[in-house]
């Protein structure tokens, strides 16, 4: 794969750059088509955190369909560089901020602002997803109360959570990706 497009938007039918090496699993343009069909009517003007960002494909693509903000999160020095040089090439990053932090310890502290949404797509078979949603738990603040977390998975690393304040509320099955959409309860 020479690189994942960009579906809709102003950017429509850029490609963006991979990052080097297989340290990264870009989403592919099917899950990400049918993630952006379920948020798309609630992304204008919405706040978007992209954790674990990677290539930065599915922030751009929220940056492209009207996000007023989105901020992107990854630890590795190859992956900001790439989500970077897709933002200029995209001319999308005026509304961007890109940082190599890790996400985890990012989400167990204070948040400095409440995103509508959280996008988590760590690397498989470590956990992360669900310690991300842990986090997150614990750490409400970080989503708007109608904010909704979206998990992408593989099916076969997925657990039961016991979560006080998020509920699962949907989840969608793609071939072997599984996207699970939480929300705060009582929201």
Not at 12 to 41: A, C, H, W, Y
Not at 80 to 99: F, K, P, S, Y
Not at 112 to 126: E, L, N, S, T, V
Not at 150 to 174: S, V
Request: proline share 5%; with cysteine.
């Amino acid at each position: 794969m020479s690189g994942i497009r960009v579906i809709a938007g102003t950017a429509r039918g850029r490609r963006l750059n991979l990052v080097p090496g297989d340290s990264t699993r870009p989403i592919t343009d099917r899950v990400k088509e049918n993630l952006f069909n379920i948020i798309g009517p609630h992304i204008v003007r919405a706040s978007f955190l992209d954790l674990f960002a990677g290539t930065g494909g599915v922030g751009i693509e929220a940056l492209s369909r009207g996000a007023a903000y989105v901020r992107f999160l990854d630890l590795d020095r190859r992956a900001i560089r790439t989500i970077r040089d897709n933002l200029q090439l995209t001319g999308l990053d005026g509304a961007a901020e890109v940082l190599q932090r890790d996400a985890l310890s990012v989400l167990r502290n204070e948040r400095d602002r409440a995103f509508d949404f959280i996008f988590i797509a760590p690397p498989q078979y470590k956990g992360m997803w669900a310690e991300s949603l842990r986090c997150l738990d614990e750490r409400p603040g970080w989503l708007e109360p109608d904010g909704w977390a979206i998990a992408q998975i593989d099916p076969k690393e997925e657990a039961p959570l016991a979560l006080e304040r998020l509920e699962l509320f949907d989840e969608r099955m793609y071939g072997n990706t599984k996207l699970n959409f939480y929300r705060l309860k009582f929201a």
